[in-house]
Antibody, heavy 115, light 108 residues
Framework: QVQLQESGPGLVKPSEALSLTCTVS????????WSWIRQSPGKGLEWIGY???????NYNPSLRGRVTMSVDTSKNQFSLKLTSVTAADTAVYYC?????????WGQGTLVTVSS | EIVLTQSPGTLSLSPGERATLSCRAS???????LAWYQQRPGQAPRLLIY???SRGTGIPDRFSGTGSGTDFALTISRLEPEDFAVYYC?????????FGQGTKVEVK
């Protein structure tokens, strides 16, 4: 059974960068896409983007170049970095396996942007 | 980007009743790459249906998905107490992937 677990700071200051890591267990990262999705009360569920195990990425244009994803298959981890955050980036962030749509999800981690 | 519109916003039903949820896309969904998720309070979404009509792993057969192109539906044949939750559709055939705004199935 594939399991995913998000980790990272729960509080980020405005204008700084949000960084999260997702650790995958119970399966290989090879041949799959891995994605980040967030959920806020104001905007519902929003797809942030995905990264293939090889490193190929595809991001949501709505995030205007603020997103970077990376993968480290040797550690069974992939990561999200979102720069220049504002209060609008406050949300629960989920990491998922994309097969190609999200099938396995992490439990989610709340990130609050506040000074 | 493809906009998904779910209806109704809220569905009030009793256990044992049949629920039919709708998801309409602003343009055709490639390869019918349309998924349905269930979300209970405080939990992550759970995959129910992918490819418009295929059930996810371990999903009971009372959940079924139909549709193609721009019109899709999720049917729950007989509501169990644990089925009262919020349901989302998602298209993953075009980038950016997008979600509907959700339908809440509540106890009448």
């Amino acid at each position: 059974q594939v399991q995913l677990q998000e980790s990272g700071p729960g509080l980020v200051k405005p204008s700084e960068a949000l960084s999260l890591t997702c650790t995958v267990s119970g399966g290989s990262m090879s041949t799959y896409y891995w994605s980040w999705i967030r959920q806020s009360p104001g905007k519902g569920l929003e797809w942030i983007g995905y990264i293939y195990f090889s490193g190929y990425t595809n991001y949501n244009p709505s995030l205007r170049g603020r997103v970077t994803m990376s993968v480290d298959t040797s550690k069974n981890q992939f990561s999200l970095k979102l720069t220049s955050v504002t209060a609008a980036d406050t949300a629960v962030y989920y990491c998922t396996r994309a097969n190609p749509g999200p099938d396995y999800w992490g439990q989610g981690t709340l990130v609050t942007v506040s000074s | 980007e493809i906009v998904l519109t779910q209806s109704p916003g809220t569905l009030s039903l009793s256990p044992g009743e049949r629920a039919t949820l709708s998801c309409r896309a602003s343009q055709s969904v490639n390869n019918n790459y349309l998924a349905w998720y269930q979300q209970r309070p405080g939990q992550a979404p759970r995959l129910l249906i992918y490819g418009a009509s295929s059930r996810g792993t371990g999903i009971p057969d009372r959940f079924s998905g139909t549709g193609s192109g721009t019109d899709f539906a999720l049917t729950i044949s007989r509501l169990e107490p644990e089925d009262f939750a919020v349901y989302y559709c998602q298209q993953y055939g075009s980038s950016p992937q997008t979600f509907g705004q959700g339908t809440k199935v509540e106890v009448k």
